[in-house]
């Protein structure tokens, strides 16, 4: 067939259709046995355990990026190649684990060929699979089901909408655990040291503020023109403003507040910066997060954020035109 525009994009489009079929179904037919399976999972991750995932052919890689997924929310994880399982490999797996065995039919024979074996060694199966009629569901202790209307592939050969939706059902076990055990974002960046998800992840507000003579101060006493200039001087877009005699924030002046300021006559540079300075303004710790800086941005829809110290005090700057950056949006 010729790879005309129209049959390669009808083609494609066909594809992800049959897909995204998989994948509803499979969300619709959720129900008691994935509530199960949430909480053995649960209770092996309490208890010290580990869950192991094992899967042939074309679902060999599903389980082990669902093994990755889990290890990144903190739940001890790895995966057993079925073939070498059985010829010394099977040494990883302990009492009391968990081992979630992939099948989209259930009757892969290196699948099943373990299930007597794990048992011997004291773990507790899940069948991963689409046939809850199988010889693998059958034998295991809990089941996951995936629901495949049919596979995309025009041959009805290569697992297509099956691997889809075994690697979408891992997921949502995954992110249900990960919410269920609290994780944090502080949790999340130290299972990600590395690479670019692990350094914007690892960010602190004090890694990316503005200090010295780019954090413009003044007290909230001087005129708008003083504050203007002092503005200007640290190329910024905003002045946290002071209390003289205790050096806490009282406000901050951006220059949105100064061009509406200027509406006010043309006497309005020389009045207090205090009358047009906007009180009580968002705040952060120096601690916190550069994630937890861009949410405030985001929420409030703001563009500069003072931080400051226990006690009030300026200490730096984070304007959002830096965040791009440091990558964090």
């Known amino acids: 067939m010729a790879l005309t525009t129209k049959s390669v994009l009808a083609r494609a489009r066909a594809c992800i259709r049959i897909e995204h079929a998989a994948l509803t179904e499979t969300a619709r037919a959720l129900g008691a046995e994935f509530v199960a399976t949430a909480r053995a999972v649960d209770a ?35 995966f057993l190649d079925a073939t070498q399982a059985l010829h010394g490999d099977l040494g990883l797996v302990d009492e009391g684990d968990l081992v979630f065995l992939l099948s989209n039919s259930g009757q892969s024979e290196e699948i099943l060929r373990l299930i007597p074996v794990l048992r011997r060694f004291g773990a507790r199966l899940v069948a991963f699979t689409s046939n809850a009629a199988s010889d693998l569901a059958r034998n295991a202790d809990l089941r996951l089901l995936f629901r ?51 350094r914007v992840l690892l960010l602190r507000v004090k890694d990316i ?5 780019r954090l ?35 406000g ?52 500069d954020l003072i931080v400051v110290d226990a006690r009030g005090r300026p200490v730096g700057l984070v304007d959002s035109q830096d965040l791009p950056k440091f990558k964090i949006v």
Do not use: W
């Not at 949105?256 to 710790?285: C, H, W, Y």
């Open 252 to 303: 901050i002046l951006t220059d949105g507040d100064f061009r509406r300021s200027a509406l006010t006559g043309p006497e309005f540079l020389r009045q207090p910066v205090a009358t047009f300075m906007t009180r009580n303004p968002k705040t952060i710790r120096e601690e916190a997060l550069g994630v937890d800086a861009a949410r405030l941005f985001e929420t409030h829809r703001i563009d």
């Open 209 to 213: 503020m503005r200090t010295g003579d």
């Open 44 to 78: 092996v991750a309490a208890a010290g355990g580990k869950l192991v995932f094992s899967g042939v052919g074309k679902n060999a890689p599903i389980a082990q990026k669902i093994a990755a997924t889990f290890n990144s929310t903190g739940v001890s994880s790895c």
């Open 148 to 198: 495949v209307p049919r596979e995309a592939c025009p041959l009805k050969l290569a697992p297509t909408a099956s691997t889809t939706a075994a690697l979408a059902l891992g997921d949502a076990l995954a992110m249900v655990l990960l919410e269920s055990r609290g994780l944090t974002r502080d949790d999340f960046a130290r299972y990600h040291p590395a690479g670019n998800l692990g």
């Open 216 to 250: 413009p101060t003044a007290p909230d006493t001087v005129t708008t023109q003083e504050a203007i200039l002092a503005m200007t001087r640290a190329k910024s877009g905003s002045i946290a403003l002071i209390a003289k005699r205790t050096g806490k924030l009282t």
